[in-house]
């Protein structure tokens, strides 16, 4: 078992930055690979980004490439994801995922945090 437990959500205006952290406990000897996933209200969850677990491979959704960034430190046994240049079009509920993998088109993850909730004002 692995828990993740997201901080750093808030609400902020448009333009603005925020950096979320996912701290992971338990079971994360395992080299997992880590994503960012995001929930708005009335829409399915979708994928934001990825990473490896060395780090030297990342995806990122369309709607936030050049403007989010993740990381990860395998020491703290911590991913971030730093969101720049925010838009009202981001705010969602954010949820960090270990595992994440695409089959088929669809993204899905072996653990899940609990979400932390980023909006964003115009």
């Known amino acids: 078992q692995v828990q993740l437990v997201e901080s750093g959500g808030g609400l902020v205006q448009a333009g603005d930055s925020l950096r979320l952290s996912c701290a992971a406990s338990g079971r994360t000897s395992a080299r997992a690979a880590m994503g960012w996933f995001r929930q708005a209200p009335g829409k399915e969850r979708e994928i934001v980004a990825s990473?490896?677990?060395?780090?030297?491979?990342?995806y990122y959704a369309d709607s936030v490439k050049g403007r989010f960034t993740i990381s990860r430190d395998n020491a703290k046994n911590t991913v971030y994801l730093q969101m720049n240049s925010l838009k009202p079009e981001d705010t969602a509920v954010y949820y960090c995922a270990a595992g994440p993998r695409q089959t088929g088109g669809k993204w899905s993850a072996d653990y899940w945090g609990q979400g932390t909730q980023v909006t964003v004002s115009s």
């Open positions: 990473i490896s677990w060395s780090g030297g491979s990342t």
